[in-house]
């Protein structure tokens, strides 16, 4: 149990594009998702809260307008990279927390983006 | 600031020997703590979570902790190669319900 995906795992795409990474929790209801990035050989930065059927809540620093997060139903959450910049080339992490008192969180296997 | 802290290492230990990672937190009311591994270029994978003060053992791996001191740590028993990979330790401070804060993890090696 407690499997969670994402798609697409590697994404090339050129400067200025919009790149759109999914993240569903397949065996379990998920009111919480998150959204991290992780720089090489360093450890997970959060970047946003996603709660669903509410806005997103945004980690100092990081821009709203830019990573755009949609959490429409129990099992699915989406990033939008907008205008992505190759600067914003990073390993993009979502994890899903389960519906109860526990605050496990469970990732998904990542989506490595490439803006070049 | 609230902060979790791990030695990076490299912590090398012999195929069969017992590892020892430890993380310190500094927020005392923290309530929830796991440990997770992340082998290079992929993403981590839950060990082990731990919420009352003492040990948890679960096959090879005993988390244990104290609130006290503000002290968690996880050991692998009879390590092997396949768990050379980087260790992250992460707590649920108080009031922030489920968000979760990470160390930036410890490095181990099973040599053979």
């Known amino acids: 149990g407690a499997v969670v995906s994402q798609h697409p795992s590697r994404v090339i795409c050129k400067s200025g594009t919009s790149v759109k990474i999914e993240c569903r929790s397949l065996?379990?209801?998920?009111?919480?998702m998150f959204w991290y990035r992780q720089f090489p050989k360093k450890s997970l930065m959060l970047m946003a809260t996603?709660?669903?059927?509410?806005?997103?809540?945004?980690e100092q620093g990081v821009e709203k307008d830019k990573f755009l997060i949609n959490h429409a139903s129990l099992t699915l959450s989406t990033l939008t990279v907008t205008s992505a910049h190759p600067e914003d080339s990073s390993f993009y992490i979502c994890?899903?927390?389960?519906?109860?008192?526990?605050?496990?969180?469970?990732f998904g296997p990542g989506t490595r983006l490439l803006v070049l | 600031q609230k902060e979790v802290e791990q030695n990076s290492g490299p912590l090398s230990v012999p195929e069969g020997a017992i590892a020892s990672l430890n993380c310190t937190y500094s927020d005392r009311g923290s309530q929830s703590f796991f440990w997770y591994r992340q082998y290079s270029g992929k993403s981590p994978e839950l060990i082990m979570f731990i919420y009352s003060n003492g040990d948890k053992e679960d096959g090879r791996f005993t988390a244990q902790l104290n609130k006290a001191s503000q002290y968690v740590s996880l050991l692998i028993r009879d390590s092997q190669p396949s768990d050379s990979a980087t260790y992250l330790c992460?707590?649920?401070?108080?009031?922030?319900?489920?968000?979760?804060?990470f160390g930036t993890g410890t490095r181990l090696q099973v040599t053979l």
């Open positions: 994890s899903a927390r389960e519906r109860g008192p526990q605050e496990t969180q469970y």
């Open positions: 996603s709660n669903e059927g509410s806005k997103a809540t945004y």
């Open positions: 065996d379990f209801q998920a009111t919480t």
């Open positions: 992460a707590v649920s401070p108080t009031g922030t319900a489920s968000k979760l804060t």
